[in-house]
T-cell receptor, first 116, second 113 residues
């Protein structure tokens, strides 16, 4: 069964360091999402890609966060420098093209980030 | 302001009991999805409801989409310890730049044996 892959699963870093997360969506899924989920809350969208283009990054803290999907397949989310408040689960999801009106998204296992 | 309100926030019940989780909004959604998430894992899609008034059943789970496509409920019959987890509802809104999923804050369910 096709799955969204993410790595690493866990990351511990000190504040002011740089961290990067990787996501490989389900093959054929043109739309890729990065979410941040704080413990006990629902996921919040950080950035959405359609192929290699960003279609929504309105909630991405651009002073420290960046995301890319250079070839329209896998994606990297970077934080530099990390702050204590960035500790959270970072989830990647993918879905069929934007025209898929049902909007089903499939999530990876997430990366649990702890900033000390 | 939470666009999707889930209730209750936390539910602790005994094995064999029934329960209902609610997901309410003032917005209309093109579809609504229910996910289950275990600690340290990503959300897993349980069901998608699309049509107002639609009812879907998945073994002991019954999902209903409100007639106006603004709310939904999840009913679990004879809950089992394996049902323990975070249940998330998510409403899909069709926008010009693609579908957006808006998540509720979730309901933490604990089923005790």
């Amino acid at each position: 069964e096709a799955e969204v892959a993410q790595s690493p699963r866990y990351k511990i870093t000190e504040k002011s360091q740089a961290v990067a997360f990787w996501c490989d969506p389900i093959s054929g899924h043109a739309t890729l999402y990065w979410y941040r989920q704080i413990l006990g809350q629902g996921p919040e969208l950080l950035v959405q890609f359609q192929d290699e283009s960003v279609v929504d990054d309105s909630q991405l803290p651009k002073d420290r966060f960046s995301a890319e999907r250079l070839k329209g397949v896998d994606s990297t989310l970077k934080i530099q420098p990390a702050e204590l408040g960035d500790s959270a689960m970072y989830l990647c999801a993918s879905s069929l093209a934007m025209g898929s009106w049902v909007g089903e998204q499939f999530f990876g296992p997430g990366t649990r980030l702890t900033v000390l | 302001t939470q666009l999707l309100e889930q209730s209750p926030q936390f539910l602790s019940i005994q094995e064999g009991e029934n329960l209902t989780v609610y997901c309410n909004s003032s917005s209309v959604f093109s579809s609504l999805q229910w996910y289950r998430q275990e600690p340290g894992e990503g959300p897993v899609l349980l069901v998608t409801v699309v049509t107002g008034g639609e009812v879907k059943k998945l073994k002991r789970l019954t999902f209903q989409f409100g007639d106006a496509r603004k709310d939904s409920s999840l009913h679990i019959t004879a809950a089992q310890p394996g049902d323990t987890g975070l249940y998330l509802c998510a409403g899909a809104k069709r926008l010009d730049d693609g579908n957006k999923l808006v998540f509720g804050a979730g309901t933490i369910l604990r089923v005790k044996s």
